[in-house]
């Protein structure tokens, strides 16, 4: 789930930081703000917020998405979007004004230099996607309240952590703890691995 949810993340987040960086319009200072406001964004509001979406009296309740999978990759990637978004835009807005008058005069449109300015900005593109996979696996507030810690259905291994915590099963609790811990870090791992042979 936490992968899902990254990737979507990526997706809205790098195409938003796009848009931000390279097209000029009125309200782009304001939405500049309101991206990096919404770093400190507490999870429980995020779970609220998609709880009371989809509850059944809620404007997505046909939906039937309440406590379900798709509502927690929902809530992650809303968590972790800001994230990839504010880092990435950063980088691109920073590489734009160095880069982007010499490829306007080579006859680059805006689109055109986009891939180009990606490309030159992947290694931090890379950090921005793991910090954003980071808030989606260590996620416990939104995830409990949209998923609501169905055994066998959408349990994971933070709402796992939380429940023998409160059952009292603090060993079972510290090894599943130790499990999430090692996921982070051989994805960590793994990506400063890639980037460093590749990027």
Known sequence: MSAAATLIAA?????????????????????????????GLPPVVIGLVFYLLLSHSGPLGWLDLLFSPAAMVAAQAALAAPIICALVHRSLERSWAEFGPPLRILGASRLRALPVLLGMNRRAIATAILAGFGRCLSEVGAVLMVGGNIAGH???????????TSMGNLETALLLGLVLVGVSVAVSAGGIALGGARL
């Open 11 to 39: 997706a809205l987040g790098i195409a938003a930081a796009s848009v931000l960086a390279l097209v000029s319009f009125p309200a782009r200072s304001v939405l500049v703000v309101a991206v990096n406001a919404l770093l």
């Open 154 to 164: 959408t349990r994971s291994l933070t709402t796992s952590v939380v429940l023998q």
